[in-house]
């Protein structure tokens, strides 16, 4: 059936419309976007669905290119059904899906697995990352050739750095033959050993130990150098430090071919919300200083951090359940994101464009997809946002097999109402 969205606010960055208007939605396809739309009748179809959307934004699909599905391997964490029902319902029409799961996604046929899992659940599209090393170990690069001719739309080893640079700059150069971007976790492992939490006054009071800023941006201005001598595209995942911030505008002005991206948590939280030694507040990165946050902030708003992604990471309970030192990293975060991201339009930071510039056409441009627009021709993915729309965060009404989100019990403000993957609704909140 076709689809018509009438009377809603269309903002499609790519195209720099922002106006209330109707779109019209044929085949799976943008038929046409105008104001007063009235699809002809048509004696052997149905007329199509009327959704009406005053007092919403219709935009693009939202894409968020960094999560973890777990599947293949980990399937108590999440599937990948249950990991694209949890990114329908947080807004999300595509999802790029790292590498890191068991077996790793390091061989063509892990990819095709990957593929076919996807794409039995008919709903949110997932682009597949490769591995950058075998096993993400780190010692031999992955078939890297073969990977893209299975599908995988860029290189990471995440979850993991990429400890040796002369590997990393084998990866950069391979990467440039097939165009693919290299999304790096930037982190000295010598550095970071042992830490838990961000390294300062608070880990000190509770006597955790911590991993320096240092960590990070050593390994931030290493790998722009690589991209520097290799040409490759570079994309910094999950910055969570001031300086990280500075030396990516840095690059930036010179031209180089790197792009970045905030986590919702990292411009949410700092270090204070660990003092109650919750576990769902362990992410690596992990949570940094107020100073840090404003940082994050002003790199979203000038451009130099391009994406806003969750870094979707679920942990079983029986995983969380620990002490903290010993309790895996990370946090869910596709039914968050969005929400958490709206609360920057709210506080007057970013406008509405720009935070749907984060989550399409930006993502959209560097994982080399065609997606993230609403241009008369293309996919029909389409997000309906309710910015204004209040909710509690519950582990109850959570689609993700697992619940490890420090954000369980907030109320935002802001959220997707329906999602539509070509032209099908996918997810509804009415």
């Excluded at 007092?55 to 894409?63: H, K, Q, R, W």
């Excluded at 660990?274 to 990165?285: F, I, L, S």
Aim: net charge negative; with cysteine.
């Amino acid at each position: 059936m076709d689809l018509l969205i009438r009377g809603g606010r269309v903002i499609d960055p790519a195209q720099g419309l922002d106006r209330q208007a109707d779109v019209w939605i044929v085949d799976g396809k943008i038929r046409e976007i105008g104001v007063d739309v009235r699809p002809p009748p048509d004696t052997l179809q149905p007329p199509p669905r009327v959704i009406e959307a005053r007092g919403c934004v219709v935009a693009p699909g939202f894409l968020d290119m960094h999560v973890h599905l777990r599947e293949p391997g980990f399937e108590h964490k999440e599937t990948i059904a249950t990991g694209l029902a949890a990114a329908a319902a947080g807004g999300f029409t595509g999802v790029a899906a790292m590498a890191n799961t068991k077996p790793v996604n390091d061989t063509p046929a892990v990819t095709e697995f990957i593929l076919r899992r996807a794409a039995a659940v008919h709903g949110t599209r997932l682009f597949p990352i490769g591995a950058v090393s075998v096993g993400l170990e780190g010692k031999e690069l992955a078939e890297i050739g073969g990977m893209h001719k299975a599908g995988i739309v860029g290189l990471s080893d995440d979850g993991l750095p990429v400890m040796n640079p002369r590997l990393m700059r084998r990866a950069m150069e391979y990467s440039c033959m097939f165009d693919l971007p290299i999304l790096s976790h930037c982190e000295d492992q010598r550095l970071a050993a042992g830490g838990v939490m961000h390294e300062g006054a608070v880990a000190t009071a509770l006597g955790l130990l911590g991993v320096p800023a240092l960590a990070e941006h050593v390994m931030v201005y290493r790998d722009i150098q690589l991209a520097a001598l290799t040409g490759a595209r570079l994309h910094i995942q999950h910055v969570s430090t001031t300086e990280a911030v500075e030396l990516i505008r840095r690059a930036k002005a010179q031209g180089l071919p790197v792009t970045a991206e905030a986590c919702p948590h990292h411009f949410t939280l700092t270090h204070e919300a660990v003092r109650g030694y919750n576990t769902h507040t362990k992410v690596n990165p992990p949570l940094r200083t107020a100073a840090d946050v404003a940082a994050i902030k002003a790199g979203l708003q000038d451009g130099t951090l391009d994406v806003i992604a969750s870094d979707h990471a679920p942990h079983h309970a029986s995983e969380k359940d620990q002490d903290y030192a010993t309790a895996p990293s990370g946090m869910i975060g596709l039914e968050t994101s969005v929400g958490l991201s709206l609360q920057l339009y709210h506080d007057g930071l970013l406008s509405l464009p720009q935070v749907i510039a984060h989550y399409t056409a930006h993502p959209a441009r560097i994982l080399g997809v065609p997606y993230g627009t609403l241009r008369v021709g293309s996919s029909a993915d389409v997000t309906m946002l309710d910015p204004e729309h209040v909710y509690e965060v519950a582990a109850a009404t959570l689609r993700s097999r697992s619940k490890n989100s420090p954000f369980l019990g907030w109320r935002l403000r802001g959220a997707a109402v329906a999602t539509i993957v070509s032209g099908e609704v996918i997810f509804e909140r009415w």
